[in-house]
């Protein structure tokens, strides 16, 4: 009689740690996506809590990040997601030290990252909600040493592949002189952990009459926009343009603006280039245009569509009628795409493609507020989901 051999049961695919951590990078990146995992039982667990996925499920999904709420100008956070994948106003807090009386000044985020101002200091801060981490950096010294200095613009970004090291870009207009003012940039390498070389490039400047107030150029005090490979911010007071920091070629530029149009906020137009939310000085409608290179190299305006803010944000019965001459934008969403709007009913998110809308709370004051637009990866998160 022959005997019988025995089969093995197959090996499921799931079985390889390698091939089920493929699937799992690319789950959605909602803050609920991973703790959700993470239940299914200690090997998945185990998988998602390590910090190498926990940096590749980042890396992954950087291009499409969650808005999961803004900073106001106290750096105090609000989030902007539904449960279960609404953050915790807590979670994202800064720890400062009890005797700490300095003033924080909020720039902007991005990649994950909060840039902060410490004037009294002279010192950058360079803020990981996620992770807690914090770098302060001094200021440049030709920043430093510059005379008629306003207040230090800037921007933080990380390079395309790169979820530990960071840059920051310092901007500034500078120059007692009104005719002769110019603006300043330095860029800051964490790989490095040292400041490059000043850049410089001479501000227009725009002849006024002999009894009219001369207002020195400055760098907006707004969030830059990443638009290709260059960093965007407003240009106001005597000259009212853009300034563009090329990170490629390291290099300060000057745009005009289209003079039909009051600019209200740089966005990203679509394609990823440089674009302007603005309104017509013929008429109120708000207008977005974008630049658009031709074949002799020229980048010059055009006039992409016209949005009637007021139609759009009207059409449901609790909202109508109350935005006409109420509005005033508050900041971007530069990943999403996403306008954050102040109006008499509270504060109202809406998407610059599809004007899909969507009120978030009530406040009767108004500022400007930096959107926080990142993976709030597993091993943050795991904690916090199981408090929801």
Same mark, same amino acid.
């Given at each position: ?8 049961? *197959? ?32 090997? &998945? ?11 590749? +499920?980042?890396? /992954?999904? @950087? ?5 999961? =709420? ?6 105090? +956070? ?7 994948? @609404?953050?915790?106003?807590? /979670? ?28 009294? @200091?002279?010192?950058?801060?360079? &803020? ?5 981490? !914090? ?25 395309? =592949? ?43 400047? /725009? ?25 965007? &911010? ?33 966005? /990203? ?9 603005? @309104? ?6 708000? !207008? ?53 709007? &102040?109006?008499?009913? =509270? ?26 637009? =990142? ?5 943050? *998160? ?7």
């Amino acid at each position: 009689m022959t005997a019988r051999l025995r089969r093995s049961p *197959a090996a499921s695919p799931l079985d390889d740690d390698d091939l089920l951590c493929e699937i799992l990078l690319r789950l959605p990146p909602q803050p609920s996506s991973l703790p959700r995992a993470s239940l299914v039982c200690k090997r &998945w667990r185990r998988l998602v809590s390590d910090t190498g996925f926990s940096r590749r +499920f980042r890396l /992954r999904h @950087r291009r499409n990040p969650p808005l999961l =709420g803004f900073f106001d100008r106290d750096l105090s +956070f609000s989030p902007t997601l539904e449960a279960p994948n @609404r953050v915790p106003p807590g /979670r994202f807090s800064l720890q400062r030290d009890d005797d700490d009386d300095d003033r924080f000044v909020p720039l902007g985020c991005r990649h994950g990252l909060v840039l902060i101002y410490i004037p009294a @200091r002279l010192q950058i801060l360079v &803020w990981d909600p996620v992770t807690a981490d !914090q770098h302060y950096i001094a200021i440049p010294p030709a920043v430093a040493a510059c005379p008629g200095k306003a207040r230090i613009n800037g921007a933080v970004f990380r390079a395309a =592949g790169d979820v530990q090291h960071f840059q920051v870009v310092s901007v500034m207009a500078y120059g007692d002189d009104h005719q002769h003012r110019r603006a300043l940039a330095c860029v800051y390498s964490s790989k490095t952990g040292l400041w490059g070389d000043p850049i410089s490039t001479p501000l227009p400047y /725009r002849a006024v009459q002999a009894d009219a107030i001369s207002v020195p150029t400055l760098v907006f005090a707004d969030d830059a926009v990443l638009a290709g490979d260059s960093l965007h &911010w407003l240009l106001a007071g005597n000259f009212n343009g853009i300034l563009e920091f090329d990170l490629e070629k390291q290099r300060l530029a000057v745009i005009r603006l289209p003079e039909e149009v009051n600019c209200l906020k740089l966005v /990203r137009a679509e394609g990823g280039g440089l674009g302007l939310l603005g @309104r017509s000085v013929t008429n109120c409608m708000t !207008q977005l245009w974008k630049r658009e290179s031709n074949c002799d190299g020229v980048a010059p305006w055009v006039l992409g569509r016209t949005i009637d803010l007021d139609r759009i944000l009207s059409v449901k019965p609790e909202l109508k009628g109350t935005f006409a001459g109420a509005t005033a934008i508050l900041g971007l969403a530069e990943d999403n795409n996403l306008l954050l709007l &102040w109006t008499i009913t =509270g504060l109202v998110v809406i998407h610059l493609e599809s004007l899909k809308f969507k009120k978030l709370f009530r406040t009767n004051t108004f500022f400007q507020y930096h959107a926080f637009e =990142g993976v709030y990866t597993a091993a943050a *998160a795991v904690p916090f989901f199981s408090l929801m």
